[in-house]
Structure formats: structure tokens, C-alpha cells
């Protein structure tokens, strides 16, 4: 199998992330983006691990397209509210199979103590 250059593979992959986004539910969108802003203002730090049990909580809106939530965290980078860090937790979802995934921080939380 041949390999791709770096940027042929990020093509690849910004790619499959697009395809993912425009194949997932406006209403699942929108409410992922609401979960998210909502634990970027509450959290210092998280993981796709909680956005995902924040999802849970509402089975009512589901999608089909999971790979989804990638574009989703994309578009709360793009927009301001998290920042990725240079730190991955192994995924405590058992789908995952204990796979890295990554930390995000905050620029939306607002500590209750200061």
C-alpha cells in the first residue's frame, strides 16, 4: 500500500470530516454545538468522552453519523470557545477500546472561585 504525503493525508482526512458533517441531522448538530459551548462554560478542560455523556442524557436526538462530533469540535475551535492541547486521556467509552483522544481547554470557562 502506498503512503500518502502529509498534506495528501490531511486532505484525506479534512475530507472524510466534511463528508461526516454534511451526513449528520441539523438537529443532532445543533444541539452537539449547544452541549459543547455548554461544557466549555462549565469546564476548564474535556474530552469528546463528555461530550458524548452529555449527549447520552438526551437520546431523543441521535445520529447516525458519529464521526460527526470531529467536524463539531472543529467548528467550536473555529469559533473561539476551546483550544486543543497537547494532551490526550485513553477514551473511557467502550467503543473506543481505551483509544487516546484528545483534551480540549476552555476559553469560555470562567471559574466560580475568582
Not at 479534512?14 to 449547544?34: G, H, P, S, V, Y
Not at 469546564?43 to 438526551?58: H, Q
Not at 467548528?75 to 467503543?95: C, D, H, L
Request: aromatic share 8%; with cysteine; charged share 30%.
Amino acid at each position: 500500500m502506498e503512503q500518502l504525503s502529509l498534506t495528501d493525508a490531511e486532505r484525506v482526512r479534512d475530507d472524510a470530516i466534511a463528508r461526516a458533517e454534511r451526513n449528520a441531522l441539523q438537529e443532532w448538530k445543533d444541539f452537539t454545538m449547544a452541549v459543547i459551548k455548554d461544557l466549555a462554560v462549565m469546564c476548564p478542560r474535556f474530552t469528546t468522552d463528555d461530550v458524548w455523556c452529555e449527549l447520552s442524557r438526551n437520546p431523543e436526538v441521535a445520529t447516525h453519523e458519529p464521526r460527526a462530533l470531529g467536524s463539531m469540535m472543529r467548528a467550536a475551535y473555529k469559533m473561539g470557545w476551546i483550544v486543543p492541547t497537547q494532551e490526550y486521556e485513553n477514551s473511557t467509552r467502550p467503543e473506543c477500546h481505551a483509544r487516546p483522544v484528545k483534551v480540549w481547554r476552555s476559553r469560555l470557562y470562567q471559574s466560580l472561585e475568582g
